[in-house]
């Protein structure tokens, strides 16, 4: 399936990193390869929404990469999204153990009218600190959006996102070089989903994604 995870411990807590992969031809798959989940101190602060009920509206839009953790292409008269089925095996390759944690995805496949490079890295020395790196160049489009996702608390400090749990807090610092916004997305439950979105206008680049994580109230 491609999925790589992470499990440490920060304190008495865990931290649980996991990588969405692919499988050469899987169908019936979300547009979700290079996406990420988040786990820590017992809550989800990167989230992947799953699926609803068939009969729902919200199915299709559920699947798509928008709804995941994902950099998109944008500034394109339709919403751009990869294949389905992806015709290669989508792998991260990496390693880890109890205190550190690295991986690194070429993610380029599926995504070929939109994406002439797309490679994606986590870098996590400790369990309390994480780097995403997302390196890319585009054949259309004239943006890219990095996508987090989540049912936390968010607040807006700058450049910095800053998601309050109950008991854990994850601050997300973007690069200055871009604008972020917030955005309320619907789901099935009660709660709605939170989309942090950062823009960066080009079309090649790299953007870098410092996340720190602790327990405690927010410092903002």
């Not at 992470?6 to 304190?11: A, D, H, N, T």
């Not at 699926?51 to 394109?76: F, Q, T, W």
């Not at 089925?85 to 690194?104: C, N, T």
């Not at 700058?158 to 972020?180: S, Y």
């Amino acid at each position: 399936m491609g999925l790589m995870a992470s499990v440490r411990k920060l304190g008495g807590d865990r931290v649980k990193l996991l990588l969405l992969g692919n499988k050469a031809g899987a169908g019936h798959a979300h547009e979700d390869k290079g996406s990420f989940v988040l786990e820590f101190a017992g809550e989800t602060f990167a989230m992947d929404p799953g699926i609803c009920d068939y009969a729902n509206a919200l199915v299709h839009a559920l699947k798509s990469c928008e709804r995941h953790n994902m950099l998109v292409p944008s500034g394109l008269p339709e919403q751009a999204r990869p294949a389905n089925p992806i015709p290669r095996d989508v792998k991260p390759a990496g390693q880890g153990d109890e205190r550190s944690f690295q991986a690194r995805m070429d993610l380029a496949a599926g995504w070929e009218p939109y994406y002439k490079t797309w490679a994606r890295s986590w870098e996590s020395p400790a369990p309390d600190r994480l780097t995403i790196r997302d390196e890319y160049e585009l054949l259309r489009g004239n943006a890219v959006e990095f996508y987090w996702q989540t049912q936390q608390t968010v607040a807006v400090q700058g450049c910095t996102v800053i998601l309050t749990g109950r008991r854990g807090v994850v601050e997300i610092e973007f690069p200055a070089d871009g604008t972020i916004r917030v955005e309320e997305l619907p789901l099935a439950g009660d709660h709605p989903q939170r989309r942090i979105a950062f823009r960066r206008e080009g079309t090649r680049g790299s953007i870098v994604v410092q996340v720190r994580l602790r327990i405690g109230v927010s410092i903002f």
